[in-house]
C-alpha cells in the first residue's frame, strides 16, 4: 500500500520536469536568449525598412511623375497694338514629358467679334519672363535672357449663324435669358500644342517658366474677351501612365521590391561584418579554484601523553610495503591518504621498493627471530610512523645489518 504513493508521487515529478522544467530551461537558456535578441532586432529592421521603403517610393513618386493638369489664367493687356498677356509657370513642367497645351477662350457675340471674323493665337513658351516694355508694363522686371522654347500659332473664329436662325434662338431662349441662366456668349478650346516635349540639359534651361499670348485679328474693331485661360495637361506613357492610373498597385509592387533590396543588403552587410571582422573577446571573469587543503605538518608525540596504538594521527601519508617473517606475505601500509596516493607514485619507484622487498624477504634462520625484537624499539614510545624513504630508515637498515654480522647463526 506504502508503494503506491511513492509511485504516483514519482510519476508526478518525471511528468512535471518533462512538461515544465525541461522546457523552461530551453526557454531560458543562452543559445535560446540569444535567439530571441537576433529576432527582436530582425523584427525592428525589418518594419523600420519597410516605412523607409514606403517613404522612398513616396518620394520617387512626387519627383517621378509630374503634375497632371496645370491651369493659368491670362489676363490680356489692350493698347495700341494687339492683345497679348503673358502667365507665370514656375517649376510645374519636366523635361522628357510630353504636354497637351489648349486656349480656353471666352468671347462675347458682339458685332465686332462676329465682324473680326478669323483671328489668330500666338502662344510662345519661355525660358524666363520677358522684359517690361510700354505695352506690357506691369511684367515684372528679371534680369534673364528671354528664350523662346517652342510657338505656335492657331486660328479660331466665332461659330457662324444667320439673322434668322439667330432671332429664334434668341426667341426660344428668351426665359433663360431672362433668368440669368444663359448669355450671349460663346467658349472657344483651341488646342495649341500636341505631345509638346522637352530635352533633358541645359541647366534647367529647357523647361519654360513663363509663356505669352498674342491675339491677332484682322476686323477694324477691338476684340472683347470675358476670360482667356490656358491648361496644360501632361500625356503619361510607359512607367508613368501606370504609376499614375494604379496607384495602389504601384505602392504596393515598389514599396515591396524597395523593402526587399534593402533587407537582403543589410543582411548582406551583417553577414559580412561578422564573417571578417574579429568578434570581441570576452571580459575576463572570475575564475573560482578550488583551494588546495594545506600540507599536513606531521608533529611528534610528547612523552607525556599516553600511547594509543588505533590513532591514526601519527601515521605517515605516504603508501608503504613492509617486510614479513617467513615465508609470509608482504604487509602493505596505506597512508591517511587513502589508496589514490599510492596508484599515482612513479613506477620507478615502486619497482625499486619491490628489490628491496625481495632482499629483505629472505628466509632467515630461526635464530635470526630474536633480532627482530631490537626493531621494536620505536613502539614503545608510542611513535607510530614507519619512516620508510627518511634518514631514520637507512639508518635502521644499516645498524641491523650489522647486529646480525656480530651474532652467529645457529646451527641446527
Known sequence: MSLLPTRLKLLLRQTFDSVVVVPWEIATSRTAQKAYAGTVLLVAAAVGLLFVSAGAYLVFYWGFVPQVGVERVVFLQFGDGNPHGTASLDSTLTTLQPYDITLHLHLPRTPSNLAAGNFMLTLSLLSALPSPTKDNPLIPSTPKPQKILAQSRRPAILTYSSAIVDAASTLTGLPWYVLGWKSESEVLEVPMFEGVEFPRGGGGGNVPRSLELVVESGGEGKMQF??????????????????????????????????????????????????????????????????????????????????????????????????ALGRLKPLQFTGRGGGDRGREEDPVKKEEEEEVLQTTSVVQPLGAEADDEDDDFGVASGFKDSGIGTSLDEAQRTAQAQQRRRKPSAVW
Open 226 to 323: 470675358y476670360e482667356v485661360g490656358v491648361r496644360i495637361v501632361a500625356r503619361f506613357g510607359g512607367l508613368r501612365w501606370i504609376m499614375y492610373h494604379h496607384r495602389i498597385v504601384s505602392f504596393l509592387l515598389f514599396t515591396s521590391v524597395f523593402w526587399t533590396s534593402s533587407m537582403l543588403s543589410a543582411l548582406l552587410a551583417w553577414f559580412i561584418l561578422s564573417t571578417y571582422l574579429p568578434s570581441p573577446e570576452p571580459t575576463p571573469t572570475a575564475v573560482t579554484k578550488k583551494e588546495e587543503a594545506p600540507a599536513a605538518i606531521k608533529t611528534e608525540p610528547s612523552e607525556s601523553e599516553p600511547y594509543e596504538p588505533y590513532l591514526t594521527e601519527g601515521l605517515s601519508d605516504t603508501s608503504r610495503i613492509f617486510p
